[in-house]
């Protein structure tokens, strides 16, 4: 009987590269934080419009 995967989640913890200056890493700029918030606001939204499409 063969299994049909419908959704694959994939989840992963970024850090930074060894030796890299911990103050640039512990505190990221809020523009930039904002920037990736709202594109991932953004790309959760598309998928769940997407997933109620179908």
Avoid: C, F, H, T
Avoid at 9 to 32: K, L, Q, S, T
Avoid at 35 to 44: F, S
Avoid at 46 to 51: I, N, W
């Amino acid at each position: 009987m063969p299994v049909e995967i419908k959704e694959l989640v994939i989840r992963a913890v970024v850090a930074p590269p060894e030796g890299a200056p911990r103050a640039r890493a512990a505190a990221p700029d809020a523009a930039g934080q904002e920037a990736v918030i709202e594109a991932a606001v953004k790309e959760v939204l598309r998928v769940l419009k997407a997933s109620k499409e179908r």
